[in-house]
């Protein structure tokens, strides 16, 4: 079963991988580069200190503490556990992986660190703002498109970016919990 899985995850890699054009590579190696998001985590920032006020250094610990755990648990614990190697370091189908600029990252892709980091600071994001507004959900688009850009440059099957993805789901969500609990003690009127 789990070679079915990994097949089905290796052709669809192939395939989502061959839909490229010259002008678009240079596109996906600056939407899968941390430090061009500055202005959309400035942005963030802003309406977390609009919005939220006093509890926005609790906010940013919460937040802080997703992406840790996020990057953490896909970086140091699932990489070198199963160590699969990504699509650019596959025997098998390095010769037929789309690799932009000689980018092959690291040996090991299970599970995606870009995917868990994304879809972690969306989801905290989203519970954060949506009694607010319906339109954060913006932020999973943000984080589906850096998260393509990993099987764009070739550097992750899409299993990679589901688990990875999921993984920093599950550490927004519990960061969340957390920050509510918190705000409840802090809340506590004093006797």
């Known amino acids: 079963m789990i070679d079915f899985f990994?097949?089905?995850?290796?052709?669809?890699?192939?395939?989502?991988?061959?839909y490229h054009a010259e002008w678009l590579d240079a596109v996906m190696m600056f939407v899968t580069n941390t430090l061009v998001w500055i202005p959309l985590y400035l942005f963030i920032a802003y309406h977390i200190f609009r919005i939220h006020g006093k509890r926005a250094l609790l906010i940013f610990v919460c937040i802080a503490l997703t992406i840790l755990l996020a990057d953490q648990i896909t970086s140091s614990v699932m990489k070198p556990f199963f160590g699969r190697l990504r699509p650019t370091h596959d025997p098998e189908l390095a010769a037929m992986v789309h690799i932009v600029d000689n980018y092959r990252g690291g040996r090991f892709g299970f599970a995606s660190s870009h995917?868990?980091?994304?879809?972690?600071?969306?989801?905290?994001?989203?519970?954060?703002?949506?009694?607010?507004?319906?339109?954060?959900?913006?932020?999973?688009?943000?984080?589906?498109?850096?998260?393509y850009s990993r099987i764009y440059l070739g550097v992750h099957y899409p299993g990679d970016i589901l688990v990875g993805g999921l993984v920093g789901v599950a550490c927004a969500i519990g960061c969340?919990?957390?920050?509510?609990?918190?705000?409840?003690?802090?809340?506590k009127p004093v006797l």
């Open 115 to 147: 995917a868990a980091n994304t879809f972690g600071l969306a989801m905290f994001v989203f519970l954060l703002f949506r009694q607010q507004t319906r339109k954060v959900g913006w932020m999973f688009a943000w984080a589906l498109l850096v998260a």
């Open 6 to 18: 990994l097949e089905l995850d290796k052709n669809l890699f192939l395939e989502l991988n061959s």
């Open 176 to 187: 969340y919990v957390l920050y509510r609990k918190i705000s409840v003690v802090i809340d």
